[in-house]
């Protein structure tokens, strides 16, 4: 026999005597815990109930609720700019004024002709009433009055054309027009968005589509403020789903009263679909084996090896959906140690304690010498 072969037989018996000792030390070790010999100091903690959710995590992105691109009816030259760049306006707040000279004059010319209709019609009219003036006559009177009046209106019309003012209560993003310049239709003065509420609309997969609806709760979160969480609620979901991306749209109101969120940033959002109260466990606690998960319950100063069905899992914990009761301790530190057999245990609490009350309560004080 070579002495390639020797070398690998002396490994192999060396792996089988290795095997055989762990093994009979795990079974020594759970003999001694069952008789007492050897006790196990672990750290374990309560069982209690805890607030899950159905969450269905998406990206959304921030839109204003009103938004508008402002720009002028007629073209004409800028004579007045009246806002600042980032201003917070009323509606009805003057925004632009373009040159009306033109229509001011027409304004006046027109209530000047209907003070003269009106004057024509109350003249006529106490004709009528003494008998000299046919009724034919005052009906002509009151269509010329009619006819001044809208006349004036149109006038009043075209001079509000010239003037550009806040369609919302909002705040306006940037000046793109100056005073003299000649703007048309087609030039845009400035934008104006309304943020006191952000409309928050993501795409959710459509097997979610059933877990959806209007009033549930959004918690969103952008890379702007990382430690903080907008809070939502869903305002409505879109009534097709998209056939290419197989997605809905929902849209979610985001309260903004601080003006923090901005319109077009990138959110991350969870909607909170159902709430319940369910029993868990830390993460630690949980020991799979096999494709089942197992917890260690202090039964009794025992570690009993408990099959358990876990649920939804959240970051440190986990829900227990069977095998567990409220208010049993589940070991979290020190799982390694306790193998399959039920091994005596000792809490780590406990055992301190215990170790204070051997040594007399308190530790004793050092003698000093006879010279001190």
Known sequence: MGSGRIVLVVVLVALVASAGWLLSQDNTGGERGRRGGGTVTVVTQAIEKREFSDIVEA????????????????SDTVRRVAFDDGQMVKKGDLLVALEDAEEQAQIQEARAILQE?????????????????STATLDAQRRQVQEAKFRLEAAEARLADRRIVAPFDGVLGLRQVSEGSLITQNNPITTIDAIDTINLDFSVPERFIATLATGQTVRARVEAYPDRIFDGIVKTVDS????????VIVRAEVVNDDRALRP??????????????????????????G?????????????ERRLVTLGIRRPGYVEVTDGLVEGER?????????????????????????????????????????GA
């Open 59 to 74: 990206l959304g992105t921030a839109r204003a609720r009103e938004s508008v691109v402002l720009t002028p009816r007629v």
């Open 117 to 133: 209709a009106e004057s024509q019609f109350a003249r006529t009219e106490d004709l009528v009433t003494r008998g000299n003036a």
């Open 240 to 247: 097709r789903v998209d056939p290419v991306t197989r997605s």
């Open 264 to 289: 077009g940033l990138l959110m991350t959002v969870e909607v909170i679909s159902r709430t319940w109260q369910g029993l868990s466990v830390p993460e630690e606690a949980v020991v799979p084996s």
């Open 291 to 303: 494709g089942r998960a197992y917890v260690f319950v202090n039964s009794d100063g025992i570690a």
């Open 330 to 370: 589940v070991v979290t530190e020190g799982t390694m140690r306790l193998g399959r057999a039920g091994i005596r245990i000792r809490e780590a609490g406990k055992a301190e304690e215990g170790a204070r009350e051997q040594g007399g309560g308190r530790p004793r004080q050092r003698q000093q010498g006879a």
